[in-house]
C-alpha cells in the first residue's frame, strides 16, 4: 500500500514562508510524478503545482512565489512558498502517481493545513 504523508503546515503571517514536506512510503516504488493540490473552505480543489520527468508547472496564483522540488531517495516532494498570502489559506494536499512493483498506483495524502493572516 502506497501512503502519502504532508507535514510542514501551520500559521504565518502575509508575507512569510513555509516549507511542505510529502513523504511516499511503500516497497517497490517508482514514483513518476508529484503534485500539491489546496483546497479552500467553500471553494474546489486546486492544482498548485507539479513535477515529474518533463519538469515542473505552476498556477498561474501561486508562479514566481511557489517552488516544488523532489529528493528521489528519500521519495518526498518539497513546496517552498514565499511572499504567503491570505489567499494562499487552505489544506494543501500531495498526490503521487507511479508504479509499485510494476502495478500502477496514483495516491493522495490527507493533507496539511497553511493558515496566513495577520
Do not use: H
Not at 502519502?4 to 514536506?21: D, H, I
Not at 514566481?64 to 498570502?85: C, H, P, Q, V, W
Amino acid at each position: 500500500q502506497v501512503q502519502l504523508v504532508e507535514s510542514g503546515g501551520g500559521w504565518v503571517q502575509p508575507g512569510g514562508s513555509l516549507r511542505l514536506s510529502c513523504a511516499v512510503s511503500g516497497g517497490g516504488l517508482r514514483i513518476n510524478g508529484m503534485e500539491w493540490y489546496r483546497q479552500a473552505p467553500g471553494k474546489q480543489r486546486e492544482a498548485v503545482a507539479s513535477i515529474n520527468t518533463g519538469g515542473t508547472n505552476y498556477s498561474d496564483s501561486v508562479k514566481g512565489r511557489f517552488t516544488i522540488s523532489r529528493d528521489n531517495a528519500k521519495n518526498t516532494a518539497y513546496l517552498e512558498m514565499s511572499s504567503l498570502e491570505p489567499e494562499d489559506t487552505a489544506v494543501y494536499i500531495c498526490r503521487a502517481y507511479g508504479f509499485r512493483f510494476s502495478i500502477r498506483f496514483d495516491s493522495w495524502g490527507l493533507g496539511t493545513q497553511v493558515t496566513v493572516s495577520s
